[in-house]
């Protein structure tokens, strides 16, 4: 395989195909010595934890830990900025992607401001 002779989306296709085996050998090989570890300490009697105080949260598999990462507290919803002229039901905090309707309505060179002032009434 030449790598010259290969297009882009090709080489962005072989790079994400590298960079997820090196990340699959990487977990492995952590794993395997994490396992590896954990025998030694119980033929001495002891956890990986009585040696590492830290190794309990290292401990913690890949998708433990993005589900932490996904119980992070929510924020408090944010107050509505502007208001669908169809549908004064339907909001938009001006956070975010824009809704179809905010886009349809700029295309058509109306400004956003009165949206705004739509919402006030």
Same mark, same amino acid.
């Given at each position: ?13 072989? $790079? ?21 570890? $954990? ?60 809704? $179809? ?6 295309? $058509? ?13």
């Amino acid at each position: 395989m030449e790598l010259a002779k290969m297009s882009l989306t090709e080489l962005r296709r072989l $790079q994400s195909k590298v960079e997820t085996e090196i990340r699959r050998r990487s977990d492995s090989a952590r794993r395997d010595l994490l396992k590896k570890m $954990q025998k030694m300490a119980a033929e001495e009697g002891l956890s990986l934890s009585d040696l590492l105080p830290n190794a309990a949260a290292e401990e913690k598999s890949a998708p433990a830990k993005r589900k932490a990462k996904a119980a992070v507290k929510k924020t408090a919803p944010v107050a509505v900025k502007y208001r669908n002229p169809a549908n004064p039901g339907i909001g938009w905090s001006g956070r975010g992607r824009k809704p $179809q309707w905010v886009i349809d309505w700029l295309a $058509q060179n109306k400004p956003l401001a009165e949206l705004e002032a739509v919402a006030a009434k």
